[in-house]
């Protein structure tokens, strides 16, 4: 059985590689292959939350550094964002 921290650091990993096929098929307007993820999503981040008060460091240090900075460069991170939505987010969604 795996501690919490290492749980919550699989499952960070495996969230990321959802965003990232996420982003992939917003920028193909492919709307339903980006709801079938978020349904994929939903139950790791229920789970995250589940596990935050248990993890003994906070889950968002585990986080690849790398590939937050690259987010970050590339505009992905939704706290830059203007209401917590990332501009293609936005876009998808104001296009309909």
């Known amino acids: ?30 709307f339903a292959g980006v709801l079938a993820t978020q349904e994929r999503a939903a139950p790791i981040v229920e789970r995250l939350a589940a596990l935050a008060p248990a993890a003994p460091t906070s889950p968002m240090s585990m986080v690849n550094p790398s590939r937050s900075a690259r987010a970050r460069r590339n505009g992905a991170s ?3 964002q203007k209401g917590g939505k990332s501009s293609s987010t936005r876009r998808a969604y104001s296009d309909n």
């Open 78 to 80: 939704p706290n830059t």
């Open 1 to 30: 059985m795996s501690s919490p921290a290492h749980t919550c650091a699989r499952l960070l990993a495996a969230l990321e590689d959802l965003v990232s096929q996420e982003a992939s098929l917003l920028r193909a307007a492919d």
